[in-house]
Every structure is written in structure tokens, then in C-alpha cells.
């Protein structure tokens, strides 16, 4: 395999992986949803449960319930990330970053389908102690947190030099 090859192929592992994250969130959305009626919880621990919740607004439910609007910009938001994150995993950016933003472009494309799909992104995670509930979310957002957790470690770590005849890491 010459050198263009090799590059091509690992760049395109990172949208692989966000490609695996779109069809896990989505996989996950829809068995919620098949399985269980609307508003529906089933406890599974003393602090997690399983539920069927729509989310018509932001994160943590923010703009919930302010229409067509807000939908069609909260779409179209998320889109311009979505390509503003493709354009960046084109450069060859660290294992660490890459792996960040390949998981926010999965997460952030999983809830635009929701959004074009079903008019609102699909939650299923229930988290709560002593009566308090955590927003409930789902696994495109799970892989979103993560990535930004990534991108903040990548942040802090020092680069590597350049092995010989090799990229740093």
C-alpha cells in the first residue's frame, strides 16, 4: 500500500467510527421506542432506569417546546458542526482529537436524524438519586460527551515528536 493509501485508510476509520456511532444511537433509539410506550420507565437499579422520552429542544430539554422553528435551527446548527468536524478529521489530527471528533460527528448526526425523522430526539437513560433525576439522554449523546472529553485530554497531553519514518501520535 503506498504512503496516499495509507492515509486515506486511517482517516477514513474515523468516520467509520462515527458511521458505528450513528447506527448504535439509532439501533438503540428505535429498540426504545419498539419496546416501550411513551413515557414509559422501567427501573432497573435504585438509580437507573430505562424510559421512552422525546426531547424537542436542546440539551438538557432547553428550547423545549418552541416549535418548528427552533427545530429547523437546532438542525441546521448541528449540520454546520457536522461539516466544520468532517473538514477538520480531513487534516491528519491527533489519534486523541480524531477519535473526539469522530465521536461528536456520530453523536451530533444520530440526534439530526431523530430531529428530521421523528420531529424530536429519542432519550431513553434515566439517572436519578433520592428523587432527582438527571436529564435522561441516549447514546449519541453519551458518544458527544465523550468526544469532548477526549478533545479536552488532547488538549492538555504534549505532543510526541515525529518518529522516524512515521507521524506523531
Aim: net charge positive; charged share 15%.
Amino acid at each position: 500500500m503506498n504512503w496516499n493509501m495509507s492515509v486515506m485508510a486511517k482517516k477514513s476509520r474515523w468516520y467509520a467510527l462515527a458511521g458505528l456511532v450513528i447506527v448504535a444511537d439509532q439501533t438503540t433509539k428505535g429498540l426504545s421506542s419498539y419496546a416501550m410506550a411513551y413515557g414509559e420507565a422501567i427501573p432497573i437499579t435504585e438509580f437507573f432506569n430505562l424510559v421512552h422520552v422525546r426531547n424537542d429542544g436542546a440539551a438538557f430539554s432547553l428550547l423545549a417546546g418552541s416549535g418548528h422553528l427552533s427545530r429547523i435551527g437546532l438542525i441546521l446548527i448541528a449540520l454546520g458542526v457536522a461539516v466544520w468536524i468532517a473538514r477538520i478529521l480531513r487534516q491528519p489530527p491527533r489519534r486523541l482529537e480524531a477519535l473526539g471528533y469522530s465521536l461528536i460527528l456520530g453523536g451530533a448526526l444520530g440526534n439530526v436524524l431523530d430531529r428530521v425523522l421523528r420531529a424530536a430526539v429519542v432519550d431513553f437513560l434515566d439517572f436519578h438519586w433520592q428523587g432527582v433525576h438527571w436529564p435522561a439522554f441516549n447514546l449519541a449523546d453519551v458518544a458527544i460527551c465523550t468526544g469532548v472529553v477526549c478533545l479536552f485530554v488532547a488538549h492538555f497531553v504534549p505532543v510526541r515528536p515525529a518518529r522516524p519514518g512515521g507521524m506523531a501520535g
